[in-house]
């Protein structure tokens, strides 16, 4: 164990009375927190990019002088540069789907080729599928369901930096039986939809304006719908999208003027994401550095039982838990628990084990250290 873990598991709880430094206006809004981790030099007071009290400054200061590395479980293989999404396998024990985003440029119109990859624990690259047909535009996220007895992937095309999407997608595709390289399947069906606060737009904008940046999807099993939180809100909003608005696609004929026809289903607000405080004294004296980027969320994974629910963001996990019968709106009041990741990087895809124990997260980049393991809150407690 590192020793900036060390510090952080004998530092108490910050909790929302916390005070935040909130000199960051400058900022512009639509920036991707590239390399966030390395803390900019440049301090300064009025001057347009942020001021530290003198005290939180002295403290920061000395800590980091003391704080080391943590150490990460694996790293993802090297066409895996861009991961944006993580989901368990319904069917492989131990393996899990990953993607990239849409080539390396967000909101990028460019067509990238559709590829999902099969991993397992240690980042070793198991299977690579192709979606035929599918135009990847700014796939975010990733998640599973059994689909009538067919272990099934939806695809999230959830991004949108700009704000300017009419509308967006999931992708449903069967999970391969055989873990394989250059496996091309059709997806099955496909949800086109768009968020209740969208307004109609000149057609040259789509016809609709006001879209949202989501990063964040998980299929709730109990209410047989999808979970979507939008990433760059303040607060971040939660929505949903009922499983019934699937629509089949044919074989018969091309999936692209199949989706045009699709209807356009409008997505159910549910609640807004509370402030999220920082888990430790060492995140919130790093607050005035990271944000408003450290806390936008990045992913989400419920256990299979469907009771915790991970919220996950550029420097920490948020974990909320729902009780037998209780609505996610008071699920979501306040975290059950929360967690400081050993570094802040572009943390973008989550997923529980099989057995809720355990929660895998993946981040942006090639190299070292893009995957690590997590023990969720009650197994560190058994």
Known sequence: ????????????????????????SSFPRKLEPRKINKLDSRIRGNDG????????????????????????????????????????????VGVYWTHNDNIN?????????????????????????????????DWEAITHLDLDGNPTL??????DNRGTWPDYRL????????????????????????????????????????????????????????????????????????????VNLSDGKPISAQE???????ARFIANLPTLPAPDLVSWLLHPFTSPYADQPTAMALTPDGHLLAILTYSAVYYFYRRAKEDWPTALQKPFASVSLPSIEQWEGASFSADGKKLVIVHEGRG???????????????
């Open 260 to 266: 045009k026809k699709a209807a356009v289903v409008t």
């Open 368 to 382: 070292e250290n893009t995957v690590t393991i997590l023990q969720a809150p009650w197994a560190l407690k058994n």
């Open 105 to 137: 440029l967000p909101a990028s119109s460019k067509k990238g080729v559709p590829l999902l990859f099969a991993i397992n624990n240690d980042g070793k690259l198991l299977g690579t599928l192709k979606l035929d047909g599918v135009r990847q535009r």
């Open 154 to 159: 939806v695809i999230g095309d959830i991004g």
């Open 171 to 246: 992708w449903f595709v069967p999970e391969p039986v055989a873990l394989k390289t250059n496996i091309t399947q059709r997806p099955t069906a496909i949800i086109r939809f768009r968020y209740s606060d969208q307004v109609p737009a000149p057609r040259r904008q789509g016809g609709f304006s006001g879209g949202h940046d989501a990063e964040s999807l998980v299929f709730d099993a109990e209410h047989r719908e999808f979970l979507i939180l939008t990433k760059r809100e303040k607060s971040a909003r939660l929505f949903a999208i009922p499983l019934t608005s699937r």
């Open 49 to 92: 990019f942020f001021e530290l009290p003198t005290y939180r400054l002295a403290a920061l200061f000395c800590l980091l002088f003391f704080i080391g590395h943590s150490t990460f479980a694996a790293t993802l293989p090297a066409i895996v540069d861009e991961a944006s999404g993580l989901t368990r396998s319904p069917q492989h």
């Open 1 to 24: 164990m590192s020793f900036r873990s060390v510090l952080r598991a004998s530092l108490p709880p910050i909790d929302t009375w916390a005070p935040r430094n909130t000199r960051y």
